[in-house]
Protein backbone atom coordinates (compact mmCIF):
# COMPACT_ATOMS: atom_id res chain seq x y z
CA UNK A 1 0.00 0.00 0.00
CA UNK A 2 0.75 3.34 -0.86
CA UNK A 3 0.58 6.78 1.15
CA UNK A 4 0.77 9.94 0.37
CA UNK A 5 1.03 12.55 2.67
CA UNK A 6 0.94 16.40 2.28
CA UNK A 7 3.54 17.91 4.41
CA UNK A 8 5.11 21.63 5.52
CA UNK A 9 8.38 19.89 5.16
CA UNK A 10 10.49 17.08 3.79
CA UNK A 11 10.96 14.96 7.06
CA UNK A 12 8.45 12.48 9.21
CA UNK A 13 8.83 15.17 11.52
CA UNK A 14 7.53 18.05 9.81
CA UNK A 15 3.48 18.19 9.99
CA UNK A 16 1.31 17.27 7.93
CA UNK A 17 0.21 20.75 5.75
CA UNK A 18 -3.06 22.16 5.86
CA UNK A 19 -3.50 22.05 1.82
CA UNK A 20 -2.93 19.38 -0.55
CA UNK A 21 -2.46 21.07 -3.82
CA UNK A 22 -0.59 23.55 -2.72
CA UNK A 23 1.46 22.27 -0.17
CA UNK A 24 5.19 22.42 0.07
CA UNK A 25 6.06 18.61 0.15
CA UNK A 26 4.44 15.28 -0.62
CA UNK A 27 5.82 12.74 1.96
CA UNK A 28 5.12 8.95 0.38
CA UNK A 29 5.09 5.96 2.37
CA UNK A 30 5.10 2.19 1.23
CA UNK A 31 3.72 -0.06 4.12
CA UNK A 32 4.74 -3.95 3.59
CA UNK A 33 3.59 -6.04 6.62
CA UNK A 34 1.99 -3.76 8.15
CA UNK A 35 5.31 -1.68 8.46
CA UNK A 36 7.32 1.41 6.38
CA UNK A 37 9.11 -0.21 3.74
CA UNK A 38 10.08 2.81 2.00
CA UNK A 39 10.18 6.88 2.28
CA UNK A 40 10.14 9.73 -0.34
CA UNK A 41 9.65 13.14 -0.54
CA UNK A 42 9.28 15.62 -3.29
CA UNK A 43 8.71 18.57 -3.44
CA UNK A 44 5.42 19.88 -5.14
CA UNK A 45 6.25 21.91 -7.95
CA UNK A 46 2.26 22.68 -7.94
CA UNK A 47 2.64 25.36 -5.70
CA UNK A 48 2.95 28.07 -7.91
CA UNK A 49 0.33 27.02 -10.36
CA UNK A 50 -2.05 30.22 -11.08
CA UNK A 51 -5.09 26.83 -11.46
CA UNK A 52 -5.52 23.90 -11.02
CA UNK A 53 -3.06 22.87 -8.33
CA UNK A 54 -5.11 20.60 -6.41
CA UNK A 55 -6.54 18.64 -10.10
CA UNK A 56 -2.28 18.10 -10.90
CA UNK A 57 -1.21 16.92 -7.76
CA UNK A 58 -4.61 14.21 -8.00
CA UNK A 59 -2.84 13.21 -11.46
CA UNK A 60 0.52 12.96 -9.72
CA UNK A 61 -0.69 10.94 -7.06
CA UNK A 62 -2.54 8.54 -9.66
CA UNK A 63 1.06 8.35 -11.54
CA UNK A 64 2.82 7.79 -8.50
CA UNK A 65 0.37 4.45 -7.79
CA UNK A 66 -0.92 6.14 -4.43
CA UNK A 67 -3.58 4.47 -2.87
CA UNK A 68 -4.67 6.50 0.17
CA UNK A 69 -3.99 10.27 0.73
CA UNK A 70 -3.44 12.34 4.26
CA UNK A 71 -4.19 16.03 4.08
CA UNK A 72 -5.26 18.53 6.41
CA UNK A 73 -7.76 19.59 3.81
CA UNK A 74 -8.52 18.80 0.23
CA UNK A 75 -10.33 21.04 -2.12
CA UNK A 76 -13.45 19.91 -4.32
CA UNK A 77 -11.87 19.57 -7.43
CA UNK A 78 -8.83 17.56 -6.40
CA UNK A 79 -11.19 15.73 -4.77
CA UNK A 80 -13.32 15.03 -7.09
CA UNK A 81 -10.26 13.71 -9.18
CA UNK A 82 -9.02 11.51 -6.69
CA UNK A 83 -11.98 9.54 -6.33
CA UNK A 84 -11.75 9.51 -10.27
CA UNK A 85 -8.60 7.68 -9.50
CA UNK A 86 -10.08 5.55 -6.77
CA UNK A 87 -7.51 7.12 -4.22
CA UNK A 88 -8.65 7.24 -0.59
CA UNK A 89 -8.52 10.71 1.12
CA UNK A 90 -8.31 10.94 4.62
CA UNK A 91 -8.28 14.19 6.95
CA UNK A 92 -5.62 14.83 9.56
CA UNK A 93 -3.30 16.99 11.87
CA UNK A 94 -0.08 16.95 13.50
CA UNK A 95 3.11 15.48 12.45
CA UNK A 96 3.53 13.26 9.19
CA UNK A 97 5.10 10.49 11.46
CA UNK A 98 2.84 10.21 14.46
CA UNK A 99 -0.10 10.32 11.45
CA UNK A 100 1.55 7.40 9.69
CA UNK A 101 1.81 5.37 12.61
CA UNK A 102 -1.39 5.78 13.64
CA UNK A 103 -2.93 5.09 9.96
CA UNK A 104 -0.78 1.55 10.42
CA UNK A 105 -2.43 0.75 13.34
CA UNK A 106 -5.90 1.32 12.22
CA UNK A 107 -5.49 -0.65 8.98
CA UNK A 108 -3.14 -3.69 10.70
Known amino acids: MKIAMSADGKTLDDNI ?3 FGRCPYFIFAEIEDG ?26 MAEKNV ?10 RALD ?9 RSASG ?11 KIT
Do not use: R, T
Request: glycine content about 10%.
Open 81 to 89: GLKQFNIEV
Open 95 to 105: KVAEILDDFIK
Open 67 to 76: DVVIAGNVGP
Open 35 to 60: KVAKVEAMKNNNVDQMGGAGLSAAKL
Open 17 to 19: SDF
